[in-house]
T-cell receptor, first 115, second 116 residues
Framework: AQSVTQLDSQVPVFEEAPVELRCNYSSSVSVYLFWYVQYPNQGLQLLLKYLSGSTLVKGINGFEAEFNKSQTSFHLRKPSVHISDTAEYFCAVSMNLQGAQKLVFGQGTRLTINP | NAGVTQTPKFQVLKTGQSMTLQCAQDMNHNSMYWYRQDPGMGLRLIYYSASEGTTDKGEVPNGYNVSRLNKREFSLRLESAAPSQTSVYFC???????????????FGPGTRLTVL
């Protein structure tokens, strides 16, 4: 069965510092990986996704993630964070369920940016 | 273009009461989903509709029913609410029929439900 583990439930960083949010997955088949962001009191929106090809994926708001098949990881990074990046971040793996897509989400990582 | 809209935004119920959460999308998407979000557990799929006229169970369907009213609307019903159903509920949609595995899902703003 496919599963996703986000290793940190909370990550506090200072403004303009770099950040890495960790995500590991388990799957026995081809994987399609997503990062979603949830700003306070809002729904989720897509940051980036890995489907195939280059293992370094660039997303919105300066975020990028690297797919590492040997380490079964898909960590999210940003070289310099802003206060506006304060949000909860979810890693997800997409799988086929009875002919339809199912997203399996990690537990989420709450990113807090301190001035 | 409002995307995915949900009503109501907040709701408080007593144990045993029933209610329907409404979801609509204006992106002409084929597939729609209902999730619940609980602290420390990410989002879990309750039901989905891979295309108009079909619905199927997800991970946690017990205590819920759904109706795909038309291509735009997908409602979630709690027949007899229980405190364990206190959660934030999200509706989502994706473009292609059969909810193709590589599709992006677009989420609504959520409904915060408390069952006393």
């Amino acid at each position: 069965a496919q599963s996703v583990t986000q290793l940190d439930s909370q990550v506090p960083v200072f403004e303009e510092a770099p950040v890495e949010l960790r995500c590991n997955y388990s799957s026995s088949v081809s994987v399609y990986l997503f990062w979603y962001v949830q700003y306070p009191n809002q729904g989720l929106q897509l940051l980036l996704k890995y489907l195939s090809g280059s293992t370094l994926v660039k997303g919105i708001n300066g975020f990028e993630a690297e797919f590492n098949k040997s380490q079964t990881s898909f960590h999210l990074r940003k070289p310099s964070v802003h206060i506006s990046d304060t949000a909860e971040y979810f890693c997800a793996v997409s799988m086929n369920l009875q002919g339809a897509q199912k997203l399996v989400f990690g537990q989420g990582t709450r990113l807090t940016i301190n001035p | 273009n409002a995307g995915v809209t949900q009503t109501p935004k907040f709701q408080v119920l007593k144990t045993g009461q029933s209610m329907t959460l409404q979801c609509a999308q204006d992106m002409n998407h084929n597939s729609m989903y209902w999730y619940r979000q609980d602290p420390g557990m990410g989002l879990r799929l309750i039901y989905y509709s891979a295309s108009e006229g079909t619905t199927d169970k997800g991970e946690v369907p017990n205590g819920y029913n759904v109706s795909r009213l038309n291509k735009r609307e997908f409602s979630l019903r709690l027949e007899s609410a229980a405190p364990s159903q206190t959660s934030v509920y999200f509706c989502a949609s994706s473009e292609r029929p059969l909810a193709v595995i590589t599709d992006t899902q677009y989420f609504g703003p959520g409904t915060r439900l408390t069952v006393l």
